[in-house]
Each structure stands twice: as C-alpha cells, then as structure tokens.
C-alpha cells in the first residue's frame, strides 16, 4: 500500500515547513490529486490518520481535492475534462490521438499552521 509512504512523506514536509515557519501545530493540509495519479484518496486519508499521532500533525485534518482527468485532442483540437478514471478515446471526436495533460498531478496546494 504506497499511501502509507505518499502520508509519510508528505508529513515529512509539512512538519519541516511547520518548524520553518516557527510554528508549533497544523490544523490542516489541503491536497491536489489526479484520477490518473494512482492514489487512492481514501487509503490516504486512512494513513495520515494513523501516523499523524505523536506528530504535530495529530489534529490536522486533511482535505483532498480531486481532480478530474482532461486533455487535448490531436483530431479535432479540442480540450476535453473527463470524469472517467481512464480514457481510451476522444470524448467530442473519438479519435485516439489525443494527449492527456491533466489528472496526474499530486501536490500540497497549502496548509494551516497555528
Ligand atoms: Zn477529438
């Protein structure tokens, strides 16, 4: 289960930030994942709950946004979203040449120190 090491790193570098900033306490760390980033938000909320005890962390909560798989198309040059965890085709043409440049993001957008 790789979300255990995702929540431990991810730890990692919000208690060092924390301690940078001179902080003493997160109340919460806000998260981007793509659909197409192969992780699964729910185990990962799951870990960070189970390691953030003892930490400085321990009554931080985490918020995922998830976002959605999108990207462009080769045939009819068009931008396309997708709610799909996959896409095999051009969802307005059908055409299979298309590149997906949205989704597989996963990031710390920010967090809440007090
Ligand atoms: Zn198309």
Redesign the pocket.
Known sequence: MHEVSIALSIMDIIVKKCREESCNKIDSVRLKIGKAAGVMPDALLFAFDNIKTDTIAKDAEMIIDIIPLGGT??????D?DTEEAYVLE??????A??VINKGNEMEIIDMEVS
Do not use: L
């Open positions: 198309c080769n045939s009819c040059k068009r396309f051009c969802p307005k043409c059908g055409s040449d298309f």
